[in-house]
């Protein structure tokens, strides 16, 4: 079991992540002014980098980050920790992907935002909040959560963790370059899968335990 400590400073990122993420989702359903501005202010910024090599190779590159692959990185990941480590940590990881999507798949369908007109791939469905970087985010968080912390090498700890992090925000910017997501759509999935681990963690230190292993 991994060791997670601090719950009054976790409590309040996750009260904060969650409501910044309903005023977002709010504001995107309402058609707000100054979001729509943003997000194509940042469309506008990156079209002078727009070119077909580019768009090509980011295509391809971006099928990393799409839903069901991350899934299955993340029953890997799962798998990995309930064989190698500890059964509970790896159905709670598990777990708490399937209900972190679930929840994700509701908030697509109450805000139904549409997908921007001009993308560059196809995409289908609802754009808020990106599926690409919401199933990332979870795949990291379970790593980072249940997996690094058990590795011994400090200096291979950090530098998973540096490009872990730098892999959701590439991915995050595929999206939007690509246009299949607004900028906020990809905030969105990052708040939203923030508050929910958070919650996770929460409910993990009430009816699971601590041991040796994760320092907050």
Known sequence: M???QDDSRRSARALVFIILFLILAFLVKTGNG???GFDFAIQRILQPITFPALI???????YLGCPPFAFLL?????????????HIDGIWAFGTTIV???????????VARPRPLNKLAPADGFSFPS????TT?????????????????QDRRQMLRVALICWVIFIAFTRIYLRDHFATDTIGSALLAGGLWEVSLLCYTKFVGTSKYFKS
């Open 34 to 36: 100054l979001v729509y």
């Open 100 to 110: 972190c999507m679930g929840v994700a798949f509701i908030m697509k369908h109450v």
């Open 131 to 134: 599926g690409h970087v919401f």
């Open 56 to 62: 090509g190779l980011i295509h391809l590159v971006t």
């Open 2 to 4: 991994i060791d997670i």
């Open 137 to 153: 985010m979870l795949l990291v968080l379970v790593v980072l959560t249940f997996i690094l912390p058990r590795m011994e090498n």
């Open 74 to 86: 993340t029953i890997g990941a799962s798998a990995w920790i309930f064989f190698k480590y500890d």
